[in-house]
């Protein structure tokens, strides 16, 4: 069973700084397309953030030159370094793992929550102006 364990939210400062991880459990094949997302009260689930077992990255235009993906595959974890942070990226933030690497291949796809196969419990990231 692939468990999704996300950590490193918390409240910060316009301007600030947080770096989210998504530790991956149980996910025994090679390839893969995650992403991560982030739902405020009363909005949609935004994708963000992209990545697949290549290494190639994409990001929404929301947070493109702020925020940067890496992953350790030895580790089996993702990172999300938020940088510049504002009081509009406030949300709870989660992480997706699908196994079909090529919903990473477009914007259109990997920004779809129901092209992944399994989330992770989420964290919050509060940022205050």
């Known amino acids: 069973q692939v468990q999704l364990v996300e950590s490193g939210g918390g409240s910060v400062q316009a301007g600030g700084s947080l770096r989210l991880s998504c530790a991956v459990f149980?996910?025994?094949?090679?390839?893969?397309?995650m992403g991560w997302f982030r739902q405020a009260p009363g909005e949609e689930r935004e994708g963000i953030a992209a990545i697949d077992s290549d290494g190639r990255t994409s990001y929404a235009d929301s947070v493109k030159g702020r925020f940067t993906l890496s992953q350790d595959n030895a580790k089996n974890t993702l990172w999300l370094q938020m940088n510049s942070l504002k009081p509009e990226d406030t949300a709870m933030y989660y992480c997706?793992?699908?196994?079909?690497?090529?919903?990473?291949?477009?914007?259109?796809?990997?920004?779809?929550?129901?092209?992944?196969?399994?989330w992770g419990q989420g964290t919050q990231v509060t940022v205050s102006s």
């Open positions: 149980g996910y025994t094949y090679s390839s893969y397309c």
């Open positions: 997706a793992l699908s196994n079909r690497p090529y919903i990473c291949m477009a914007r259109v796809t990997w920004t779809r929550p129901y092209e992944y196969n399994d």
